[in-house]
């Protein structure tokens, strides 16, 4: 073995007349004037490569996604002839926001906006799945809603990608490949949420529902504006409303005015109000720990925040928030165990806070947040 | 929109045709390189055959990895298995069993409490992480 390893390195570090030992040293010279020149052009022949796969991977999940989209309609939708230029249709809806230019009433103007594209998009699951029940118009919406996401983030990454290469640019090639890892963990969780909505699936997002389902449990509940339901349930002495979204369909209604109308109902006769949402956890933190803290627990467009911010503030009624944390891709795929594990500590929580700021007689308000996909009440 | 686009079209023919030559060129280089050198002895072309064999066996095998690395990257988005608890509301008792189509929490089953004859209520619906992922999530 050692004479063959003894010829090797006379062939790359060369003696005398070894010819080998010279074309490796040319070789190597070569290479180094190569990269002194086209080192850039290298580096960004790398990056583009790899922006090139996680376009590949993105395009291959849009378009396993959009598959499933058409079978399950098809399946559940019982559509006679073929829902897929609907579904492709839906796919490119897009939805302009509100000027804010001029701030004044723009979250009134923003609301009536989310109301139009709900409305629309709900009818448009009707017309391609005519024979689907509430719950199943709800979660085929929300299916399609993930993947007109995934197909969002490819086209977006598509543009950039396809910019880079004609313009050549480094920096727009860089920017794209830096980002990609946070973008490939979004699609990812999106591809996980769509299985999770085709199949009824409770997610990550539900646990505050979960906790407001388990507190209403044999208690009689009411449909209130709008998809939400509320139960009034004794709890340690005070009446509690405890409101949710209405499951077990794919629906986070809207939380934010179910809050005010009951608090308008008592007449600000309301001693805390506590909302339980799911929350985004830093890297490093465990998924399920549960924190509590102060201010309205609601996400998304914050129109829900605002009504209920602006209740509270003109009633004095002190707002509380529990949150449990998970992180963005837990939020929006299956519910994991560490999740369910935390739900009767959030319930105990909600218990002592009770106790520890509100008096016996008192009413309260416990709100659970987030899609109430998979869970019923 | 385009049609889905199978997994496998990713490692076209062509590249795994040179790929291919490329590793029976080294195969047979690094051969002809020991066969030469157990016969006549170290000499210029001997160095020549290991070398270019040896770098070529070196590229051709990185290639392959990252396209097979690629390929299971892409593949192995698999959905998790699901579990239902489902329980009985007076005794307790409860089962574990696999997510089934339908399924969602507080939903009372068709599923009997062998204690008490009554039906059971589904108590949650959850996914477990492998312990692996479990691990790296809380490393530090």
């Keep these: 073995m050692l004479p063959i390893l003894q010829t090797l390195l006379q062939g790359i570090f060369p003696s005398g007349d070894n010819i080998i030992g010279w074309i490796f040293q040319v070789v190597f010279l070569g290479i180094f004037v190569v990269f002194m020149f086209y080192g850039q052009r290298f580096q960004m022949m790398i990056m583009v490569r790899e922006v090139e796969s996680s376009l590949f991977k993105l395009k291959f999940m849009r378009d396993e996604a959009r598959k499933t989209a058409i079978t399950n309609v098809k399946e559940i939708g019982k559509l006679e002839g073929d829902p897929t230029v609907q579904i492709d249709r839906f796919l490119e809806y897009f939805a ?48 399609l809603e993930a993947t007109l996401a995934l197909n969002v983030i490819y086209r977006v990454i598509r543009h950039y990608y396809v910019l880079g290469k004609k313009t050549l640019s480094l920096y727009v090639i860089m920017q794209l490949q830096m980002i990609l890892p946070l973008i490939m963990r979004e699609a990812d969780a999106y591809a996980a949420a769509q299985k999770a909505f085709m199949l009824g699936q409770p997610i990550g997002d539900g646990a505050g529902a979960l906790v407001a389902a388990k507190l209403m449990q044999g208690y009689e509940k009411t449909k209130v504006e709008k998809d939400m339901v509320i139960a009034e349930v004794p709890i340690e002495g005070r009446n509690a409303y405890v409101l949710k979204a209405e499951g077990p369909g794919g629906n986070v209604g809207k939380p934010g005015e179910a809050i005010r109308q009951v608090i308008e109902k008592k007449k600000g006769k309301i001693s805390l109000a506590i909302l339980v949402d799911a929350g985004l956890k830093l890297e490093g933190e465990k998924t399920g720990e549960v924190a509590e803290g102060i201010g309205v627990a609601i996400g998304g467009p914050e129109v829900d925040k605002y009504k209920v911010e602006e209740a509270a503030l003109k009633h004095n009624v002190p707002v509380n928030a529990i949150i449990i944390r998970e992180d963005v891709g837990d939020a929006v795929s299956p519910m994991r165990k ?20 509100t008096k016996p007689g008192d009413s309260v308000i416990i709100a659970g947040i987030g899609n109430t996909i998979g869970i019923g009440q | 929109m385009s049609q889905t686009t199978p997994p496998t079209r ?36 001997v160095s020549l055959y290991l070398s270019v064999g040896l770098v070529t066996l070196a590229m051709s095998t990185y290639m392959m990895y990252q396209t097979r690395k690629r ?58 992480v492998k312990d692996k992922d479990k691990a790296k999530e809380n490393a530090y």
């Design chain 1, 96 to 143: 302009i926001s509100p000027v804010d230019l001029d701030p004044s009433g723009v979250i009134w103007r923003l609301e009536h906006m989310l109301d139009v594209r709900d409305i629309r998009f709900k009818d448009d699951v009707k017309l391609m799945a005519p024979k689907a029940d509430d719950t199943q118009i709800n979660n085929l919406e929300n299916m």
């Design chain 1, 338 to 357: 560490e999740i369910v594990d935390a739900i009767d500590g959030v319930i105990e929580r909600v218990k002592r806070v009770i106790l520890e700021r």
């Design chain 2, 10 to 45: 990713r490692l076209s023919p062509l590249l795994f045709a040179v790929i291919m030559i490329a590793l029976l060129v080294a195969l047979v280089c690094i051969w002809q390189g020991l066969v030469l050198f157990l016969d006549q002895g170290y000499s210029d072309i």
């Design chain 2, 71 to 128: 390929m299971v990257r892409i593949i192995s988005m698999e959905m998790q298995p699901l579990s239902s608890t489902v329980q009985c509301t007076k005794c307790g008792f409860k089962n574990i069993r696999e997510f089934k189509r339908g399924d969602f929490v507080f939903k009372e089953t068709e599923e009997i409490c062998p204690k008490d004859s009554l039906r059971m209520v589904i108590s949650a619906i959850y996914r477990e």
